[in-house]
Antibody, heavy 117, light 110 residues
Framework: EVQLVESGGGLVQPGRSLKLSCAAS????????MAWVRQAPKKGLEWVAT????????YYRDSVKGRFTISRDNAKSTLYLQMDSLRSEDTATYYC??????????WGQGVMVTVSS | DIVLTQSPALAVSLGQRATISCKTN??????????MHWYQQKPGQQPKLLIY???NLASGIPARFSGRGSGTDFTLTIDPVEADDTATYYC?????????FGGGTKLELK
């Protein structure tokens, strides 16, 4: 059974940093691209970043480029999202998702990030 | 960016058909595939993949769900609707970066 378990969320002040983790199990992690998708409170879904199966390629939405870094450790079957210079508009539930070619076929339960002073 | 437009809400009766639409401002077809996908999200839960590449049923999804469309017009159909189908449904395109989602359609029972 595919499982994705996020951790690392919390309350952080604007301008500070936070690092999210996603522990994967139930599939060969190193075979799949992985992604982060977020959802602001009472809002829709927004793709944030994707990393290729081997970590050689990364893709970001414009609003997080230069501030967020997606990475992975295939030996640990873990996905990361380093978030720097956080803004209030980054407040959201962040989901880890398996990015199967062009769609997101499995999602974690999500982790809440609140950016507020 | 490709913009996906969905109606905010839809109310249907149990046992009837629900048709949820998604319109894009650019063609999402490419080399014979329509890069459109559908997800279901129940309150307090993560999204779940229902349909990929416009019309393919994801693993474990009942055949009551179906998808069709091409180009810029797509639909998700639930027939017949069951009580457990109350949720918000999102379309998503993967034709171009950034991958984008529609605003979601909340399905309610009459």
């Amino acid at each position: 059974e595919v499982q994705l378990v996020e951790s690392g969320g919390g309350l952080v002040q604007p301008g500070r940093s936070l690092k999210l983790s996603c522990a994967a199990s139930g599939f060969t992690f190193s075979d799949y691209n992985m992604a982060w998708v977020r959802q602001a409170p009472k809002k829709g879904l927004e793709w944030v970043a994707t990393i290729s199966y081997d970590g050689s390629s990364t893709y970001y939405r414009d609003s997080v480029k230069g501030r967020f870094t997606i990475s992975r450790d295939n030996a640990k079957s873990t996905l990361y999202l380093q978030m720097d210079s956080l803004r209030s508009e980054d407040t959201a539930t962040y989901y880890c998702a398996r990015h199967h070619t062009t769609y997101f076929d499995y999602w974690g339960q999500g982790v809440m990030v609140t950016v507020s002073s | 960016d490709i913009v996906l437009t969905q109606s905010p809400a839809l109310a249907v009766s149990l046992g009837q058909r629900a048709t949820i639409s998604c319109k894009t401002n650019q063609n999402v077809d490419y080399y014979g595939n329509s890069y459109m996908h559908w997800y279901q999200q129940k309150p307090g839960q993560q999204p779940k993949l229902l349909i990929y590449l416009a019309s393919n049923l994801a693993s474990g999804i009942p055949a009551r769900f179906s998808g069709r469309g091409s180009g810029t017009d797509f639909t998700l159909t639930i027939d017949p609707v069951e009580a457990d189908d109350t949720a918000t449904y999102y379309c998503q395109q993967s034709r171009n970066l950034p991958w984008t989602f529609g605003g979601g359609t909340k399905l309610e029972l009459k």
